[in-house]
């Protein structure tokens, strides 16, 4: 079964700086796809950003990008110039089927 | 257009009792998941519908059930409450039937947050 594992259960960040979350998972598939999503206090999950396990380049998506280290299992996020509004929790996920295997979170906090 | 909205917000229960959360996709989509999140932890996978009928199911006992409407709209129902059932119940939408996900295809609604007490 897959496994996702978030080792930071809070960061904190000056802004306008990069901030970079950890993610490794546990996957026996050949083939999968590795997600990250942004969780405001309002309960939403918002999609930032997905790499295929067969991409050959790591995913960016504006100020997100995913340093993906196929061998190493990891799909860490970097988000660059950090901003108020970037301050969540956010989850990296596997997608495993018909569903999503999401790790426990880091809370992001952005200092002014 | 509109996202997917889910109701009621918030609702609060009494052990025993029995709720029923609602759900509407964005328009177009015909796959429907449903997923529980518990205060410190990421979601849950409960079930997944696509065209009316259960494509999933996860680790939750029978007391949960859902179904999925002809117009893809859904309802999860939990019997019998428990106080460990307090959480925040989060849908989600999608085009693809099961085990097609990729990248922006899984749109998640605000939730509802339970709390039973």
């Known amino acids: 079964a897959q496994k996702i594992t978030q080792t930071q259960p809070g960061m904190f960040v000056q802004e306008k700086e990069a901030v970079t979350l950890d993610c490794t998972y546990d996957?026996?598939?050949?083939?999968?796809?590795l997600f990250w999503y942004k969780q405001p206090s309002s309960g939403e999950m918002i999609f930032l950003i997905y790499q295929g396990s067969y991409d050959e380049q790591n995913a960016t998506e504006g100020r997100y990008s995913l340093n993906f280290q196929k061998a190493r299992k990891s799909a860490n996020l970097v988000i660059s110039a950090s901003q108020l509004g970037d301050s969540a929790m956010y989850f990296c996920a596997d997608d495993d089927g018909n569903k999503l295997v999401f790790g426990a979170g880091t809370i992001l906090r952005v200092k002014s | 257009d509109a996202g997917v909205t889910q109701s009621p917000t918030h609702l609060i229960k009494t052990r025993g009792q029995q709720v029923t959360l609602r759900c509407s996709p964005i328009?177009?989509?015909?796959?429907v998941s449903w997923y529980q999140q518990v205060l410190g932890q990421g979601p849950q996978f409960i079930f997944q519908?696509?065209?009316?009928?259960?494509?999933g199911r996860g680790n939750f006992p029978d007391r949960f059930s859902a179904r999925q409407f002809p117009n893809y709209s859904s309802e999860l129902n939990v019997n019998a409450l428990l106080l460990g059932d307090s959480a925040l119940y989060l849908c989600a939408s999608s085009l693809a039937p099961a085990g097609a996900f990729s990248a922006g295809e899984l749109f998640f609604g605000e939730g509802s947050r339970l709390t039973v007490l």
């Open positions: 519908y696509y065209e009316k009928e259960e494509r």
């Open positions: 996957t026996s598939d050949q083939s999968y796809g």
């Open positions: 328009s177009g989509h015909k796959s």
